[in-house]
């Protein structure tokens, strides 16, 4: 059975920062993108960046490009998002998720990927 588990959300002032981490379980995904996303209230689920298999191809949504990095750890089939300069409007439940086929380039929309873990909660405060 494959799994995503997210940690290391939580309650962080505004300007801070935060690490997010997944792992996955039941398959290695060392030959796949995997990416960060995340959904606010009564908002769409949107991508937050993307990582190739190696960690050499990279992408960001605008949103937060210049302030958040993703990075991975293939021989502990893990993938990070470091998060700095927290604003408000990134509070959201962050969901990891990782393609299930190899591939070599990064995906920046929901539907190829094959396995999401169950979102780890990020909240802002002003």
């Known amino acids: 059975q494959v799994q995503l588990v997210e940690s290391g959300g939580g309650l962080v002032q505004a300007g801070g920062s935060l690490r997010v981490s997944c792992t996955a379980s039941?398959?290695?995904?060392?030959?796949?993108?995997m990416g960060w996303f995340r959904q606010a209230p009564g908002k769409e689920r949107e991508i937050v960046a993307s990582?190739?298999?190696?960690?050499?191809?990279?992408y960001y949504a605008d949103s937060v490009k210049g302030r958040f990095t993703i990075s991975r750890d293939n021989a502990k089939n893990t993938v990070f998002l470091q998060m700095h300069s927290l604003k408000p409007e990134d509070t959201a439940v962050y969901y990891c998720?990782?393609?299930?086929?190899?591939?070599?380039?990064?995906?920046?929309?929901?539907?190829?990927?094959?396995?999401w873990g169950q979102g780890t909660q990020v909240t802002v405060s002003s």
């Open positions: 990582i190739n298999w190696s960690g050499g191809t990279t």
């Open positions: 039941g398959r290695t995904f060392s030959r796949s993108p």
């Open positions: 998720a990782a393609v299930g086929a190899l591939q070599g380039g990064v995906v920046t929309t929901k539907e190829p990927y094959d396995y």
